[in-house]
Each structure stands twice: as structure tokens, then as C-alpha cells.
């Protein structure tokens, strides 16, 4: 897997991935940036959500389950100090479906975080990692 960061100006930078998609990254407006992308932190938390909800969704459609939408919000603190690592994490997943059993919804989290997802297997040496649920029948 491959990746570009090109400075563009000030404290703003344009990412390519490797599979051709391209975005800015921009800092806080205290640090210099004009707000015209998300922070690159900010883009750390969103791998992790959609790493793990690709775990999830897929998990759960593998066993046939009537998965119809899954949202993650994601809660997260860093140190207050350089290098400002993330040191908690919390992912509230609402997963949407019928027929949904919670045992079903916690085991496919569970396998994420602890097998599958290679962000959230990265991030837990640093940060303090949960996670909870709700169900909602549609």
C-alpha cells in the first residue's frame, strides 16, 4: 500500500492513495490552517470507525443477518502532551436490522477489535480502547 502528502500552503497538505483518491488535510485555524479539510488525527479516528464497520457489516452479512445500516460515533482523548497520542477510544456502534440478537451485533465487534481490524490493533498500544452498542429494529 502506498500514499502521496503534498504540501500545499500554510499548514494544508493533499493526500493520494494508492487506489486514486485524493483529499486536503488542513490544521486548526490556531495552528495556521484555514479549515479546509479535516485535521490528520481527525482522519486516524476515521480509518479506525470504518475499518472496524467494515469488519462488522461484513461479519454480519456472512451469517446472514439482516444488517441494514451501522453507524459508528466515535469518543476519543488524547494526551495533553507532544506527541498527543490518542490514549482512550470509545466506539458506540447503532446497528440497524431485523431480527438483530445482541449477541450477534457483540461478536462481530469483538472479532473486529480483536482479529480483523488492523487500525484498532495499532491504536490499542497507545490508547485505551471500548466500545458498546444498541440495536435498533427496523
Known amino acids: 500500500m502506498k500514499a502521496k502528502i503534498k504540501w500545499q500552503d500554510g499548514v494544508s497538505f493533499t493526500g493520494e492513495t494508492e487506489s486514486g483518491y485524493t483529499l486536503i488535510m488542513d490544521g486548526a485555524p490556531e495552528?495556521?490552517?484555514?479549515n479546509l479539510g479535516p485535521r490528520p488525527m481527525e482522519m486516524i479516528l476515521l480509518g479506525l470507525g470504518g475499518c472496524t464497520a467494515f469488519d462488522v457489516v461484513m461479519i454480519?452479512?456472512?451469517?446472514?443477518?439482516?444488517?441494514?445500516?451501522?453507524?459508528?460515533?466515535?469518543?476519543?482523548?488524547?494526551?495533553?502532551?507532544?506527541?498527543?497520542?490518542?490514549?482512550?477510544i470509545?466506539?458506540?456502534f447503532i446497528v440497524s436490522g431485523k431480527n438483530l440478537a445482541a449477541h450477534h451485533i457483540e461478536r462481530a465487534i469483538?472479532?473486529?477489535?480483536?482479529k480483523y481490524c488492523?487500525?484498532?490493533?495499532?491504536l490499542r498500544s497507545t490508547a485505551n480502547i471500548t466500545h458498546d452498542f444498541e440495536i435498533i429494529e427496523v
Open 31 to 34: 495552528a495556521g490552517g484555514r
Open 110 to 114: 469483538d472479532l473486529s477489535a480483536e
Open 60 to 88: 454480519l452479512q456472512k451469517g446472514r443477518h439482516q444488517v441494514t445500516d451501522c453507524l459508528i460515533e466515535i469518543d476519543a482523548k488524547r494526551a495533553p502532551e507532544d506527541p498527543k497520542v490518542f490514549t482512550q
Open 118 to 122: 488492523s487500525a484498532s490493533i495499532m
Open 90 to 92: 470509545h466506539l458506540h
